[in-house]
């Protein structure tokens, strides 16, 4: 019975393990499927199971953000490399994927995280340019493992909510 709700999940893992991958929001899509499966079919999951997935997901979306304003911050840079990281990254990864979808995306978000904080730090903060690429280089480091954590927590809700489809 369970066994179709498990293959939609399925397939709506992988789907958002690629868009989160990309910077979309992979975590989200994987966790709304699962709610639409559950309020078309019978409960298909345990709702702590659904819940904690939820918590993932959003945790995910704090280390999202958290992680590459903490490289700029790690590496010596202020309020002004963090938010620089943030918007670079976000810019970046918009236009990466104009230039080269999918890969494109991936690297203008860690090189623009990196760029943002640079940017900032060196016009706003007035750091030398030996700082500034020290945070710059920080802040992107930051944006690729949050990339890496978040693909991560993608996969662990794609692979908690498929279990929990099949086994119910």
């Known amino acids: 019975m369970t066994l179709f ?9 992988l789907l958002g393990i690629g868009l989160t991958l990309i910077t979309l929001p992979g975590t989200w899509f994987i966790v709304g499927v699962a709610v639409l499966v559950q309020w078309l079919w019978m409960p298909v999951f345990n709702v702590w199971v659904l ?17 590459s304003a903490a490289g700029a911050s790690k590496s010596g840079g ?3 490399g963090a938010i620089g990281s943030i918007f670079g990254g976000l810019i970046g ?9 999918i890969l494109g995306t991936i690297a203008g978000g860690v090189i623009g995280a990196g760029v943002g904080a640079f940017a ?6 007035q750091r030398s340019w ?6 710059g280089r920080g802040a992107a480091i930051g944006r690729a493992a949050a990339l890496f954590l978040k693909v991560a927590i993608a996969a662990a809700i794609g692979i908690c909510l498929t279990v929990d489809a099949l086994i119910r």
């Open 5 to 13: 709700p498990g293959i939609i999940l399925f397939v709506a893992s």
């Open 51 to 67: 819940g904690a997935c939820a918590l993932m997901a959003l945790l995910g979306e704090v280390a999202d953000f958290a992680l």
């Open 78 to 80: 202020g309020k002004s």
């Open 93 to 101: 990864a918009i236009a990466g994927s104009f230039v080269v979808p």
């Open 120 to 125: 900032l730090e060196r016009g706003v903060a």
């Open 130 to 135: 030996e700082q500034a690429a020290k945070i």
